[in-house]
C-alpha cells in the first residue's frame, strides 16, 4: 500500500483505471486510456490497476464495479465513477485538475 501512496501523492492529477482483462467493459477502456494519456502527456499520469492483481487494494477503495475510475491529486481523491467513459470526457475531466 505504500507505493500506492507514492503513485497518488504527487502535484499532477493521476487517472487510475481499474480493471480485468476478463471484463468486456475494462478491456474496451484500454485504446480510450491511451488516448487520454497521450492528450495529456505530462500534465497527468494515467495508471492501469488489475484488479485480480491488485486484491488488498481494491477491496481497501471498495472497487466493486468494472471499470472503476479514479483521479487522485496531491495524494486526495478529486473523482470517481465506475463504468465505461469516453475520451473526450475523461480529458476533459483530468484538466480540471491540473
Same mark, same amino acid.
Given at each position: 500500500?505504500?507505493?500506492?501512496?507514492?503513485?497518488?501523492?504527487?502535484?499532477?492529477?493521476?487517472?487510475?483505471?481499474?480493471?480485468?482483462?476478463?471484463?468486456?467493459?475494462?478491456?474496451?477502456?484500454?485504446?480510450?486510456?491511451?488516448?487520454?494519456?497521450?492528450?495529456?502527456?505530462?500534465?497527468?499520469?494515467? *495508471?492501469?490497476? /488489475?484488479?485480480?492483481?491488485?486484491?488488498?487494494? @481494491?477491496?481497501?477503495?471498495?472497487? $466493486?464495479? #468494472?471499470?472503476? +475510475?479514479? *483521479?487522485?491529486? /496531491?495524494?486526495?481523491?478529486?473523482?470517481?465513477? @465506475?463504468?465505461?467513459?469516453?475520451? $473526450?470526457? #475523461?480529458?476533459? +475531466?483530468?484538466?480540471?485538475?491540473?
Amino acid at each position: 500500500m505504500s507505493k500506492f501512496g507514492e503513485l497518488i501523492d504527487v502535484e499532477i492529477p493521476v487517472l487510475l483505471d481499474f480493471f480485468t482483462e476478463w471484463n468486456e467493459e475494462s478491456t474496451a477502456m484500454h485504446p480510450v486510456l491511451r488516448d487520454v494519456a497521450a492528450a495529456l502527456g505530462d500534465k497527468a499520469r494515467v *495508471i492501469k490497476i /488489475d484488479v485480480d492483481k491488485n486484491k488488498e487494494l @481494491s477491496e481497501a477503495l471498495r472497487v $466493486k464495479n #468494472l471499470p472503476t +475510475l479514479i *483521479i487522485y491529486k /496531491d495524494g486526495e481523491m478529486k473523482w470517481r465513477q @465506475s463504468g465505461e467513459q469516453n475520451a $473526450k470526457t #475523461l480529458i476533459a +475531466l483530468v484538466q480540471d485538475f491540473v
